[in-house]
Nanobody, 126 residues
Framework: VQLVESGGGLVQSGGSLRLSCEVS????????FGWFRQAPGKEREGVSC??????YYADSVKGRFTISKDSAENMVYLQMNNLKPDAPATYYC??????????????????????WGQGTQVTVSS
């Protein structure tokens, strides 16, 4: 599976961004997809994951972020609203054939992957 992230940038606190993940080399129906982020000096953390029928959000983003996918366009999105002035972070998209697991378990498994793309950086200014 090849994943290419885009859509990051600099935004003011309270603003919005939509991240995109272009998927190739996979039939999306067979995969769980997720968004993860990593700030300098910190561990990578799961933000949100989506399977065929369920969605997981980290507590820190519930009510503000929305994950979605468009299988016809081979895209996964993360709509981020009311962004907070956290430390800059790089957001990564990930995919795994983990439909046998709950979406939260799949998200945890994906977070331990040792293969990541270039990601897209998000900076929120106060």
């Amino acid at each position: 599976v090849q994943l290419v992230e885009s859509g990051g940038g600099l935004v003011q606190s309270g603003g919005s961004l939509r991240l995109s993940c272009e998927v190739s080399g996979a039939t999306m129906a067979y995969y769980t997809f997720g968004w993860f982020r990593q700030a300098p000096g910190k561990e990578r953390e799961g933000v949100s994951c989506i399977s065929t029928s369920d969605i997981y959000y980290a507590d820190s983003v519930k009510g503000r972020f929305t994950i979605s996918k468009d299988s016809a366009e081979n895209m996964v999105y993360l709509q981020m609203n009311n962004l907070k002035p956290d430390a800059p972070a790089t957001y990564y998209c990930a995919a795994g054939a983990f439909l046998q697991h709950s979406v939260s378990t799949a998200c945890s498994i994906l977070s331990k992957s040792d293969s990541w793309g270039q990601g897209t950086q998000v900076t929120v200014s106060s």
